[in-house]
């Protein structure tokens, strides 16, 4: 974009904020009635909803996965056609739904302790409302939630956070002007309380001596996340828990 | 595959040229009123029907209807297709497609929104009919193709899949019998409309399209009972119930004809 | 479509409450569920509506792009309508499980709205023969709890009235062809004539009477059902049959009555409410899903 700079010299991006800064998130468990277990989140002008189905017992045209010490995952990424800013068709089971779908499957499969439900599926069910960059990041914080809120075992919470480097200066929870920019884009998913890393992905290129700085600032920006995500469940915990002791 | 650099290639969008032509505002009804291709307004189209068309099918008809040409087979009871789970009513399972040289523009070869509704409305208007509770574990399939497309296509289908129904044997609480009205203004309707008459919202203005529309129903003659029912156009619910009542009739009139072909092929086969 | 598993003692039960005129949630056989009608939750989009009817959940995002007018009518612009039914509402419609459902309702949409009366097609031509405007409707299922026909519907309805077409200006460019020129100010926008839009109203019938608005589990006793559109007048604007089981010619007329007078004050309750909605000031947070 001609005239537009990623990172102006007073230190501020386009839409105002600082390189460690991210972007406005709200969200809320429990969103609707019929799945296990649900979430909402809206990381800026990014809105995710994601649903839970399980564990049950596996499909009938799944039956061939099925294990007999272990659940296996089932995800599915799908984005409306009014997400973008363009409207796109976009059919079911195309590469890039695909893609994103595998890679959060792998990255829920690191967390859910998956030997406690034997024989069993999980479905994980994503639906991008509005896409305005860090897709997949808010897709890992909505399941992370909506899991919480179906009350299936995890070893702890997953936060995802996306960085990118500007002018020396790594920047995170970028935004779609930012992402479809040349710079390099790198998403991480980090287990906060045990401090590991249990998804990353690189895109475009990084020169080595710059990648434990963007490392570093997306863990910050996951933790940071993680503050956010806490707060929200326990919110969630104490309005349930009132409404079972009153009624 | 390398393209031909000495040729022109062909237009990847092409129009039919009749569209083109100054659309012709004549009304349906002329001085004489008598409709363009001379019938009266209330007379319904000459109609043949035949049973037994498709050697191969477990049961088949040929239906006509003024020039709409329907032709219809039908498959089974036969095992059900998928390993689904184990269902006591049987499946029915219908297939209806304009074939791609039968209307005014050509049709693709793959069923677009309009067929796959169509075959819908064929599906449900059958299902009311079909003994399915008489079939556990089967399905019955039943292919229509339209030949030729001059209206009423879609009547004409459910009349000729419901005969193939029969002549397959399958059990049914009774025969379908379907028939299509097109509405215009408050009092007229033109049973069965052709092809002209049909309703197509391009071709009248806004202020005229009040009270304009074409409805289709299906019936069970004996059981009295409506099986599909599909309208379309802007119309006053009293002149909806009046078309739909016309529609109801003509589909009672057509028992006789119906029962006819079917007794006919009987007697064929005892000799 | 994602049924309930119902067994017969239940089916019985919701039969004989409807015989009395009393459902099992305490509706008469006339009455809707609660509706939550918002719009304008969706900023990528021209216009949005977002529609909560009991349990039944769905989102509509309208966006406006420019196309070709079709060759018959080469002063209009025209709708187009696209349902997709999210796996979030059910499991089943993973992959192409949900194609049957959406193809439904969207020939239902399309058959509605495939009239002169319904919408002012014209104000959508922006030259003729060469350029218009063209309509997306997207419909997104998100959850499914009966009627999802008549929810749609509603909230194409508001969708399409939230919708701001942008001002375009149209000047002389090189060579005698006119360009067209966008407004800066994204609030330049000229709005649809939504009056005549209609509603579908779904007329289920269980033993001897019928039911508007079924749940769910009053879906799977329901042997047939009648989807009639109804605009604000009471005109009926297209009539559908669905379900596998028979109607009795009375019935029928019934029906269409009963459909008619109910279209007719949803319409009214609806247009008061986008009314209401439209002159709310902007303080007022869009508060969405949260």
Known sequence: ??????????????????????????????????????????????????????????????????????????????????????RKHRSRGDRKGQDMSTHIKQTFEATIQTSLYPRSQIDIYLQVLQADGSNYCACINAASLALIDAGIAMKDYVCACSASLTKGKPVIDINHVEESSDCAELSVAILPKLGQIVYSELNGRLHANELPDVIDAVVRGCKDLFVVMDRTVREHLEETATTFTHS | MPTDSRRLPVPEVSHSPELFCSSDPTSLINDDSLRKDGRNPEEIAGIFMQCGTVSQAKGSSFCELHKTKVICSVYGPKDVEQKEDFQMIGKLKCDFKFAPFSCHKRRGHIADLEESELCEVLTQALSSSVCLHRYPKSQIEVYVIVLENNGSALAAAI????????????????????????????????????????????????????????????????????????????????????????????????????????????????V | MAKAILGDSEKWFIVHGVQDDFRTDGRSCENYRHIELETGILSNTHGSARIRL?????????????????????????????????????????????????DNICSMLTRVYRNNTVMDLEALGVIPQKHCWVVHVDVLILECGGNLIDAASIAVKAALYNTGIPNISLTDGDEGEVEINLPDDPEDVKHLKTINCPVLVTLSKIGNRHIVDATDEEECCCSASLVMGVTRRGHTVGVRKMGGGSLDPESVTEMIDSGKKIGRQLHISLDKLLKIEAGMSEDIKQTGYL
């Open chain 3, 54 to 102: 009991g349990s039944s959940e769905l989102l509509v995002g309208v966006k406006v792009e420019l196309g070709t007018p079709k060759p018959q009518r080469i002063n209009e612009g025209w709708l187009e309508f696209h349902v997709d039914c999210s796996p979030n509402a059910h499991p089943v419609f993973q992959g192409r499980g949900g194609k049957e459902l959406s």
């Open chain 2, 159 to 270: 009349t000729a899949a419901s005969l193939a129904l029969a002549d397959a044997c399958i059990e049914q609480y009774d025969i379908v019998a379907a028939a299509s009205v097109r509405v215009f203004g408050k009092e007229n309707f033109l049973r069965d409309p052709t092809f002209h008459e049909e309703y197509f919202p391009h071709q009248l203005s806004k202020k005229n399209d009040f009270n304009n529309g074409v409805v289709t129903v299906a019936l069970m003659p004996t059981l009295n009972q409506v099986c599909g029912v599909l309208s379309e156009g802007c119309m006053e619910s009293s002149v909806l119930q009046e078309a739909i009542q016309t529609c109801t009739e003509e589909a009672q009139n057509l028992y006789a004809p119906l029962r006819k072909c079917l007794t006919s092929n009987l007697g064929d086969i005892n």
């Open chain 1, 1 to 86: 974009m001609a005239g537009l700079e990623l990172l102006s010299d007073q230190g501020y991006r386009i839409d105002g904020r600082k390189p460690d800064e991210l972007r406005r998130i709200r969200c809320k468990l429990g969103v609707f009635t019929q799945a296990d277990g649900s979430a909402y989140i809206e990381q800026g002008n990014t809105k995710v909803l994601a649903a839970i189905y399980g564990p049950r017992e596996a499909d009938q045209n799944m039956r061939n996965q099925i294990c007999h010490d272990k659940c296996f995952l089932n995800c599915e990424y799908t984005q409306a056609t009014f997400s973008t800013a363009e």
